[in-house]
Structures are given as C-alpha cells and as structure tokens.
C-alpha cells in the first residue's frame, strides 16, 4: 500500500511539472517557398517535435463556420498581408497547450513575421513559452516563385499560390520579414541555411545544429 502511494504521488509530481513546464519554441522563418514545412516534417518525422504553422492554423481557422475571424483571415491571405498578430498567438497558444507532447518542443513556422508580430509575441507569450531561437531557410525569389506555382498546379488547395498573389507575398517578405530576421541574427539567436538544396540536405543540416544546441538528443 505505501508503495503504491509513492508511486501514485510520484506521478502526480511528474505530471505536475510537465504542466508547469513552459514550452520551448523555434522559429521557422524564409520567404514562401523556402521549404519551412517540409523541413519542419523531416524533423518531426524523427524526433518528439511538434510542427506548427501558423499558415496552416489560420487556414485552418478560416474554414470554420463558427469562426469570427474566417473573413477576415481570408481577406489577409488572398492580398499577401498579415493577419493581426493577436488571432496568431491565440491560435498558436490554443495548439501547444493542447499537444500532448512530451518534450514540449515547438517548431513554428512562418511566424513572427513582421515587428507587430515580434512585439504581439513578446506581449501574449514572452511568459508562456521559450524562444530558443530560429532557423532562417535562405532561398531565391525565383526559386521560390517555382516551387509554389508547382505547388499550386499540383492541387494545393492554396488560394495564394498564383502569379499575383507571390509578387505581393514576396514584397512582404522583403519589407516585413527580413528586418526581423536581422532582429535575431544581431541578438545572437539566427541560424541560417541554404534551402535551395535538396531537401535531404538541407534537413542534415538543421538536425545537426539542433543537435548541437541540445534541444534533441545526439545519437
């Protein structure tokens, strides 16, 4: 009976901590195009990381009946711009607090993307999670512009993968992105990688330096 009492407490202690426990985050930042999903799944294929876009939540967002903000994410994603910040944190914060990971560790891509972001985050959860740091995946307007009308072609589902919406979207990336980029590069905390690559190599690279960082156990 006292054994089974220690081991019920000592669980209780585990768990308790592991709600306390604050997540830890990666930003996952390039223009469109980059390769931030399919790095972020090579990744998560692997390890006990959790990939989260914040592209793929506001899509998510604003295919639902009930949503207040359906319209107006959709406005924002058809035109290149940026949603408010306030509706991306909420919907990144309703997400990690509902994994069930175990390592609470967060890659989140496409996010923070411009400085209303960076001060949006820094306000609603500078208390609630870890930036460790981000990973920049550097690749060419053009390359870019390829890879997402072949995308599209091949059924997306994406209303912004076109033509129009990519010259908007890259100016964006340039005037919004960019500067924050720069932000964590001067505060020690960049990470940048050349994702014109293959894939594969490009995920080598990025497993490698988490590895190096300790956010996932070397083999």
């Known amino acids: 009976m006292l054994m089974s009492n220690i081991?019920?407490?000592?669980?209780?202690?585990?768990?308790?901590?592991?709600?306390?426990?604050?997540p830890e985050v990666i930003f996952v930042l390039g223009g469109p195009?980059?390769?931030?999903?399919?790095t972020c799944q090579d990744i998560v294929n692997k390890?006990?990381?959790i990939h989260l876009s914040a592209g793929d939540l506001l899509r998510e967002e604003r295919t639902k009946p009930d949503s207040e903000f359906g319209d107006l994410i959709e406005g924002h994603i058809k035109n290149g711009t940026i949603v408010p910040v306030e509706i991306t944190?909420?919907?990144?914060?309703?997400?990690?607090?509902?994994?069930?990971?175990?390592?609470?560790?967060?890659?989140i891509d496409g996010f923070p993307r411009n400085q209303d972001n960076l001060e949006g985050w820094?306000?609603?959860?500078?208390?609630?999670?870890?930036v460790r740091g981000v990973i920049y995946l550097e690749c060419s307007q053009e390359v870019c512009t390829q890879r997402c009308i072949h995308r599209g072609l091949k059924g997306s589902g994406r209303s912004d993968d076109n033509a129009v919406s990519l010259i908007k979207r890259h100016e964006t990336f340039i005037s919004d992105t960019i500067p924050i980029i720069r932000f964590y590069e001067n505060n020690g905390l960049l990470w940048k990688f050349n994702s014109m690559r293959a894939p594969k190599e490009v995920f080598a690279d990025v497993y490698s330096k988490l590895q190096d960082i300790g956010w996932?156990?070397?083999?």
């Open 7 to 22: 081991f019920r407490v000592s669980e209780f202690s585990r768990l308790l901590f592991l709600k306390m426990q604050k």
């Open 33 to 38: 195009g980059a390769g931030k999903g399919t």
């Open 47 to 49: 390890t006990n990381c």
């Open 89 to 107: 944190c909420s919907l990144l914060n309703r997400a990690m607090q509902n994994s069930s990971s175990p390592d609470k560790h967060f890659l």
């Open 122 to 130: 820094t306000k609603e959860m500078s208390d609630k999670a870890i």
């Open 216 to 219: 996932i156990k070397k083999e």
